[in-house]
């Protein structure tokens, strides 16, 4: 079955630790997005990335890195100069016509900073 | 800026009454408009959308949408809610770029 994966599903960092998400899709989509989902915010665009080796900064993307070197795969690295990284972060996938275009979701990583 | 807005943080139905949720969209363009449910703990799945045409739009689970220009509108409605039917929905709009807009969301509670 096509779809978006994401892991782990529950993610513990301690202060001043960098932690990688990871994003896989088998839809064979070129565009991949990442969201930060905060309680009563709706989702806010972290970094998103319309085809291999180029990605491009959301409306939040300080303290956040990211990498496109293959077409099925987008991780997403929350640095420690995140300072309020506690959330629920989705990927997503579309097949490259823009904001026009559905968004697939992967499920989902909660990260909780202790 | 272009904007979405979703009136409700949350409603409460019971099972087998109507639903509307409500959304508004800040002017622009040809909108790009789209609902998106998520489940406790998930991602999201879209319903339904509108670009152009027809602007009543049938979508999944026997929801549907009415776009309004005038009302710069985009509710979302169901004439029977079903227990499963409990999630959080989302009111998107695209730019026309790769950024899409998002509501903050109408937690749905449905009642027996």
């Known amino acids: 079955d096509g779809g978006i994966t994401q892991s782990p599903k529950y993610l513990f960092r301690k202060e001043g630790q960098n932690v990688t998400l990871s994003c896989e899709q088998n839809?064979?989509?070129?565009?991949m997005y990442w969201y930060r989902q905060d309680p009563g915010q709706g989702l806010r665009l972290i970094y998103y990335?319309?085809?291999?080796?180029?990605?491009q900064k959301g409306d939040i993307a300080e303290g956040y890195s990211v990498s496109r070197e293959k077409k099925e795969s987008f991780p997403l690295t929350v640095t420690s100069a995140q300072k309020n990284p506690t959330a629920f972060y989705l990927c997503?996938?579309?097949?490259?016509?823009?904001?026009?275009?559905?968004?697939?979701f992967g499920p989902g990583t909660r990260l909780t900073v202790l | 800026a272009q904007s979405v807005t979703q009136p409700d943080i949350h409603i409460t139905v019971s099972e087998g009454a109507s639903l509307e949720l409500r959304c508004n969209y800040s002017?622009?363009?040809?909108?790009?408009l789209f609902w998106y449910v998520q489940s406790p703990g998930q991602g999201l799945q879209l319903l339904l959308k509108?670009?152009?045409?027809?602007?009543l739009v049938q979508g999944i689970k026997g929801f549907e949408a009415e776009f309004k220009r005038s009302q710069s509108s985009f509710n979302l409605r169901k004439p029977s809610v079903h227990w499963s039917d409990a999630a959080e929905y989302f009111c998107?709009?695209?730019?026309?770029?790769?950024?899409?807009?998002f509501g903050a969301g109408t937690r749905l509670f449905v009642k027996a």
């Open positions: 997503a996938s579309s097949s490259g016509q823009g904001s026009t275009d559905t968004q697939y």
């Open positions: 839809l064979n989509h070129d565009a």
């Open positions: 990335s319309q085809i291999v080796n180029d990605f």
């Open positions: 002017y622009g363009a040809t909108p790009y």
């Open positions: 509108y670009f152009s045409g027809d602007t």
């Open positions: 998107a709009r695209g730019t026309g770029g790769f950024k899409t807009i």
